[in-house]
């Protein structure tokens, strides 16, 4: 059966957007799970634009389900993994300019580095997972490298319609196969929402789908209407 891993960076860009203490991660964490998320994965970022470090700590004390750790493969970050060990951590590429993770990580060109790193997570105790465009090289120097985990890059996927995104899904598909074949275990994410969930949750031994902005978007939407209400009466009431 495939899972569901939420992403609620989000929830910490609202509350950086005014410096604050609401809306807490910590707290939508436990809202995600009561609503059946099977892991919570959280992007700490060099510069910290959202997630904090305050968060990943409580997070990995409170939360009852998994702790997946989004982070660039860098010194420093590898020293936060250390003190907290998340159930895994996923390595991604990290640009300080962009807007959300773009492409995949390139695992061809740094074998000799993460090998080292992935070595050093491992010897912790963590799981370890490569976020990969789906190209067959990729996979296979993810598979010697020691990771035991890949996620599947969505996001071009998500990005484009009709022929394009057919041929797109194959590409996932055939990657997510040989992934299988080589022992690794497969999750797939980015740009996933409720229009191109299921065609990705079909695929078999698909292991877990990493989902945050659709979820996110979609709580404010059915969930703005009973908060509008909510002030609305306390006002009238005066
Ligand atoms: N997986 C990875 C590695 C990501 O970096 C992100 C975005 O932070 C996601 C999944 C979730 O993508 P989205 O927010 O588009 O659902």
């Known amino acids: 059966m495939t899972t569901l891993g939420v992403n609620i960076d989000h929830i910490a860009n609202v509350r950086q957007a005014r410096k604050t203490v609401e809306p807490d991660p910590v707290q939508f964490a436990f809202l995600a799970e009561l609503g059946g998320a099977d892991s919570i994965t959280v992007h700490l970022r060099e510069d910290r634009r959202h ?84 190209i067959g090289d990729q ?29 797109e899904f194959q590409r996932i598909l055939e990657s997510a196969y040989e992934a299988n074949d080589l022992g690794l275990v497969v999750n797939a994410g980015h740009g996933l929402n409720y229009h191109n969930v299921e065609k990705i949750a079909s695929i078999n031994n698909m292991n877990e789908l990493n989902i945050g902005h659709s979820i996110v978007a979609r709580a404010l939407a059915v969930g703005l209407e009973k908060s509008v209400r909510e002030m609305k009466s306390l006002i009238k009431s005066n």
């Open 51 to 134: 997630i904090q470090d305050r968060d990943v700590f409580l997070l990995k004390e409170t939360i009852k389900t998994k702790l997946n750790l989004e982070m660039a493969a860098t010194e420093e970050m590898l020293e936060v993994a250390k003190k907290i060990i998340p159930d895994y951590v996923t390595l991604v590429p990290e640009k300080r300019e962009e807007v959300t993770t773009e492409g995949g990580l390139d695992v061809k060109s740094n074998v000799k580095y993460l090998k080292n790193f992935v070595k050093n997570l491992k010897e912790s105790n963590i799981e370890v997972s490569a976020f990969i465009d789906p």
């Open 139 to 167: 996979i296979n120097y993810s598979r010697e490298i020691g990771f035991e985990i890949i996620e599947l890059h969505t996001g071009k996927y998500a990005e484009v319609t009709g022929y394009e995104q057919h041929k």
